[in-house]
């Protein structure tokens, strides 16, 4: 599997951006993706999940309210559209993927994209 992960950038404060991963190569008939961030110096976070059947999403309480996840199951194509983004928000935005039940946990994912920077000035 193969995860590309796109869409990051610099934005004030207060605005939006929308990253995308994308998934290739073995497909699985039901997954978790889930969004990661790490700031320099600081541990992976768990940002938000979805599932591919049911769309059953879970967000870590940092950014409740103001991201939003979401799947389009043809193309195998999750999306993270973050607004309202704060300085705090900057980080390095991964997607990761694994099979079947989320987690919130980095280790219990299985494949992992590239990462893409998001840098939120004040």
């Known amino acids: 599997v193969q995860l590309q992960a796109s869409g990051g950038g610099l934005v004030q404060a207060g605005g939006s951006l929308r990253l995308s991963c994308a998934a290739s190569?073995?497909?699985?008939?039901?997954?978790?993706m889930g969004w990661f961030r790490q700031a320099p110096g600081k541990e992976r976070d768990f940002v938000a999940a979805?599932?591919?059947?049911?769309?059953?999403?879970y967000y870590a309480d940092s950014v409740k309210g103001r991201f939003t996840i979401s799947r389009d199951n043809a193309k195998n194509t999750v999306y993270l559209q973050m607004n309202s983004l704060k300085p705090e928000d900057t980080a390095v935005y991964y997607c990761a993927l694994r099979s079947v039940v989320i987690s919130r946990t980095p280790s219990e994912y299985d494949y992992w994209g590239q990462g893409t920077q998001v840098t939120v000035s004040s």
């Open positions: 190569g073995r497909t699985f008939s039901s997954y978790v």
């Open positions: 979805i599932t591919k059947s049911t769309g059953i999403t």
